[in-house]
């Protein structure tokens, strides 16, 4: 019998396909009827700006290749002209569905529900008249029209802002006549205006932006005659480009950076789909594009904006049900955190279980007069974070507080160097961690002084230290005083922020030097169960499964005879269910109310059961180029409940999986004569019952 080539390109699915799959996935979240009219809003909302995303940073990334020259190839050995080929006219498909399932689905499902979005033909006079007055008042002070003549050239337009291009008839006051003038939507108002109840039929009624100004376009252009008013949006590369090598200060580096992310090289253009041609292609020739860069809509140039009206509709039957996150009983016992800890680990398992008990122990830390340090890494916080409060309160009371921030966060880059001067201001010391490698991991280290010795509290997590995402994504968190990982947290500080070999760790995993040879070893050691005649196991649950070396010790696994079910959100470049390679291979992606960001690692061992959670995704960015954290769950009972929870109860799912096809595709899980069984919603009655 051959034996397969591991390596062959047929045995890999290529990456920016299957993050289009992913997109597909979320859409069909949109047309399902089973869920609440405005969180499928939602979900149309999200594959919009996922969409934006992935051509920002995706397809510029392919189009740079391009430009350059580049024969690179992945795994599946597609140049990246084919794959730029594939993914537009994949992209094409995906938009003209967001379009056909805003307009034939939610548009008509909101007026049922007396949600309007009025179009300028069903304008009634009443409301004509208040949309005239809120023009004038609000939005025509501050329009600056744009006509297209020697004096006037085509202006540098923002990437992703909504515009206007018009054609024109006429000459104005001086003579000129060059047909055209751009309008830019300003970037302060709403685009989505709620019109008051007393000036409409409905208390729910609203009007883009976009008609708002469509309609009193002739009012910019007096004594000219208006032949057509088109939107338009252009989406442009958003990577920004810092040479680690030739850096010598980070932050001034990216301070330079940022503005030009504005007006870097156009990637896609967005025009209404009633716009002329010979005006798209003008718009094409401006921007540098080509025909295959350009999307024809059928509504909002960008979809992503009408998650407005989910927030400006109070109508909860129309929503998720809310719910209280679970508190542990044993900190509702007793608010002292460190005491608690005294007595054995606490797993938080968000959104399911609050992310309180991570904000009180850092301002129990800033305030416990016998807490000497605190250190914690932040990678996206939020504006306002009430735990960068806590940080600036303790250092301020003169407690050493050290912050490391990574400063390439991909869009909270702003955020993040406002929120530095911020920490340096109130007295933290502040360092940007490793120059060429991000700082991924999320740790909280406290030490204070007990007695006469000191003792290491510390939290790790796989999601961000974020309040708002901590209530949207689903994460763990672990805080404990076990002494070896105290210790092993604090070498990693001392990595970050000063300068020396790495050093042995006795619990964690740490990308760049041990994770990769840690999995491997478990993976390994699972083969060799297999082959002895004993029960083999890996279950691994991520956001994205993309690194060759690590898919390829998957399907040695998959041959040697080891059960294998993966859990993988987004991306997933590995193939399963190919006879002889990965037979013993189940992959599923679970989409619904909560975006899955949990990373779990689990192997059988021989019934000895490992587990871990992460910061990192199987993808060879986090394996060996970011600072990233593995931590053992150890004690029984978190254990328990993660295998539980965050894994048994996902390979359970027959509503909201979505199974992994040898081809690419997924197939929606159905449950046939089961009972239905949804994870998220099983979590939720666990913690909230």
């Not at 799959?21 to 405005?38: G, T």
């Not at 990216?254 to 504005?262: C, V």
């Not at 947290?489 to 001392?494: D, M, S």
């Not at 993976?523 to 060799?528: A, L, M, P, W, Y």
Request: charged share 25%; hydrophobic share 40%; aromatic share 8%.
């Amino acid at each position: 019998m051959d034996i397969p080539d591991l390596k062959s390109p047929t045995l890999y699915l290529n990456r920016e396909l299957s993050l289009l799959e992913f997109n597909r996935r979320v859409i069909e979240q949109a047309k399902d009827e089973n869920l609440p009219l405005l969180e499928r809003l939602k979900f149309l909302c999200i594959a919009s700006t996922n969409l934006d995303e992935f051509f920002e940073i995706r397809i510029a990334g392919l189009k740079q290749q391009i430009k350059y020259g580049s024969v690179q190839t992945g795994p599946d050995n597609l140049l990246p002209a084919e794959v730029l080929a594939r993914v537009s006219e994949i992209a094409h498909q995906i938009v003209k569905e967001q379009y056909e399932v805003w307009n034939d689905m939610i548009i008509p499902a909101l007026t049922k529900d007396k949600i309007r979005l009025l179009r300028r033909s069903q304008w009634k006079p009443m409301v004509s008249r208040w949309i005239r007055r809120y023009f004038n008042a609000e939005v025509l002070p501050i329009l600056s029209p744009i006509g297209l003549d020697p004096a006037h050239p085509f202006p540098r337009v923002l990437n992703k802002n909504l515009y206007f291009i018009i054609s024109l008839e006429g000459k104005d006051a001086f003579g000129r006549d060059s047909g055209l003038a751009i309008v830019q939507a300003p970037r302060s108002l709403p685009r989505v205006v709620q019109i008051p109840p007393a000036h409409s039929n409905g208390s729910h009624d609203f009007v883009m932006l976009s008609s708002i100004i469509h309609a009193h376009v002739t009012d910019l252009f007096p004594g000219m005659n208006v032949l057509g008013c088109y939107q338009f949006k252009v989406t442009r590369d958003s990577d920004l480009l810092i040479d680690d090598e030739e850096v010598d200060d980070l932050l001034r580096a990216l301070e330079g950076e940022l503005p030009s992310r504005r007006f870097s090289n156009a990637v896609r253009l967005e025009v209404a789909d009633n716009c002329p041609d010979h005006l798209s292609d003008f718009l094409l020739q401006k921007f540098e594009l080509q025909k295959h860069d350009l999307y024809q809509v059928s509504g909002p140039v960008n979809l992503g904006r009408l998650l407005a009206i989910c927030d400006l509709v109070d109508r909860p039957e129309l929503k998720f049900a809310g719910f209280t996150p679970d508190i542990p009983n044993r900190l509702l016992k007793n608010t002292n955190i460190f005491e608690v800890l005294h007595n054995g680990d606490i797993l938080l398992h968000h959104p399911f279980q609050s992310f309180a008990p991570v904000i009180d122990f850092v301002r129990q830390a800033s305030n416990d007069p016998n807490v000497l340090s605190i250190k914690q890494t932040l990678y996206r916080t939020g504006a306002d974070s009430t735990l960068v409060e806590a940080l600036k309160d303790a250092a301020r009371a003169g407690k050493e507080v050290t912050v490391v921030i990574e400063l390439r966060a991909r869009f909270d880059e702003e955020a993040n160097i406002e929120l530095a001067s911020e920490l340096q201001k109130a007295g933290a010391h502040v360092v940007y961690g490793v120059v060429g490698y991000k700082t991924h991991a999320k740790m909280i280290l406290v030490v204070r002084r007990e007695g006469r010795s000191l003792r290491r509290y510390v939290h790790l997590g796989t999601g961000n230290y974020h309040v708002r995402t901590a209530r949207l994504y689903t994460d763990y968190g672990l805080l404990t005083c076990d002494k070896a990982t105290g210790e092993d947290v604090n070498k990693l500080f001392h990595q970050l922020t000063g300068l020396g070999r790495a050093g042995r760790l006795k619990k964690l995993l740490q990308s760049p030097f041990t994770l990769y040879k840690g999995l491997l070893s478990y993976i390994e050691g699972e083969i060799q169960a297999a082959a002895n005649g004993e029960k083999a196991w890996i279950i691994a649950k991520m956001n994205a499964l993309t690194d060759p070396e690590m898919i390829m010790a998957l399907y040695r696994a998959s041959q040697a005879g080891v059960k294998i079910d993966l859990i993988v959100r987004g991306i997933c470049c590995l193939r399963p269910g190919i006879k002889d390679v990965s037979e013993n291979i189940q992959v599923r992606s679970i989409v619904g109310r909560f975006l899955e960001h949990t990373r779990i690692y689990y192997f059988y061992n021989g019934g000895d059961e490992r587990v871990f959670c992460s910061s990192a995704d199987w993808m060879s960015r986090n394996l060996y180029h970011r600072v990233e954290v593995c931590f053992p769950i150890e004690e029984k009972r978190p254990r328990d409940s993660v295998i539980a929870y965050g894994l048994l109860s996902y390979l359970s799912d027959n509503t909201q999986a979505w199974i992994l096809q040898a081809d690419g595709t997924y197939k929606r899980s159905k449950p046939g004569s089961q009972k239905l069984r949804t994870a998220q919603l099983n979590i939720l009655d666990h913690y909230c019952e």
